[in-house]
Nanobody, 121 residues
Framework: QVQLVESGGGLVQAGGSLRLSCAAS????????MGWFRRAPGKEREFVAS????????YYSDSVQGRFTISKENAKNTVYLQMNSLNPEDTAVYSC??????????????WGQGTQVTVSS
């Protein structure tokens, strides 16, 4: 089993920044892909970004490309999501996920509890 715990959410003004963290514990694999998803009120869960523990490229949705950066710190088993130039449309519950990867939530077997990000205008 893999346990994922997110932190770093909060309230920020439009144009501001936040950094989310996802601490992983348990049986993680180097081939595992770590992803960030978000769900806004009344909307479907949306892919944000992903990265593989073993390295390689990061992937982003078009809506966050150029504003968000996903990174990892293997020694701490932690994945980060740096979010810059936030706007109210970024308001959502952000969840960390681990699995074989894809932009589809079904590609991830493990999920954190989520952290709320609220961007005020």
């Amino acid at each position: 089993q893999v346990q994922l715990v997110e932190s770093g959410g909060g309230l920020v003004q439009a144009g501001g920044s936040l950094r989310l963290s996802c601490a992983a514990s348990g049986r993680t694999f180097s081939s595992m892909v770590m992803g960030w998803f978000r769900r806004a009120p009344g909307k479907e869960r949306e892919f944000v970004a992903s990265i593989r523990w073993s390295g390689g490229g990061a992937y982003y949705s078009d809506s966050v490309q150029g504003r968000f950066t996903i990174s990892k710190e293997n020694a701490k088993n932690t994945v980060y999501l740096q979010m810059n130039s936030l706007n109210p449309e970024d308001t959502a519950v952000y969840s960390c996920a681990g699995g074989s990867g894809s932009t589809w939530p079904g590609g991830y077997a493990y999920w954190g509890q989520g952290t709320q990000v609220t961007v005020s205008s």
